[in-house]
């Protein structure tokens, strides 16, 4: 599931992907691969690591070139920030 309740305000969002993460987790109980921009679910999840488990693809930032490099590495843990800006830059995006 990608992107669940995004286009819908920071809150309904939100609500939307935690509703069902926690029905997928705690009542299905099947494997799925979650993706999702809400940080907040993080906490909420994370404590209950036989059921959610937290991963990223890992990627590198170089300072000196300002790029991000990405290593096609499936980690666990929590991505450390955000390379959006830095990702729209490479792809030729003007950003301020």
Same mark, same amino acid.
């Given at each position: #599931?990608?992107?669940? $309740?995004?286009?819908? %305000?920071? !809150?309904?969002?939100?609500?939307?992907? +935690?509703?069902?993460?926690?029905?997928?987790?705690?009542?299905? +109980?099947?494997?799925?691969? !979650?993706?999702? +921009?809400?940080?907040?679910?993080?906490?909420?999840?994370? %404590?209950?690591?036989?059921? =959610?488990?937290?991963?990223? #693809?890992?990627?590198?930032?170089?300072?000196?070139?300002?790029? &991000?490099? !990405?290593?096609?590495? !499936?980690?666990?843990? =929590?991505?450390?920030?955000?390379? $959006?800006?830095?990702?729209?830059? #490479?792809?030729?995006?003007? &950003?301020?």
């Amino acid at each position: #599931m990608d992107e669940l $309740g995004r286009g819908t %305000s920071t !809150f309904d969002g939100y609500s939307i992907a +935690h509703s069902v993460l926690t029905y997928l987790a705690t009542t299905v +109980h099947c494997r799925t691969l !979650f993706t999702t +921009h809400y940080h907040m679910l993080v906490e909420d999840f994370k %404590s209950i690591p036989h059921q =959610v488990g937290l991963y990223h #693809m890992q990627s590198a930032y170089e300072e000196s070139s300002d790029r &991000v490099k !990405f290593l096609y590495k !499936f980690v666990p843990g =929590v991505a450390p920030q955000s390379f $959006g800006i830095y990702v729209a830059k #490479m792809a030729g995006i003007n &950003v301020r």
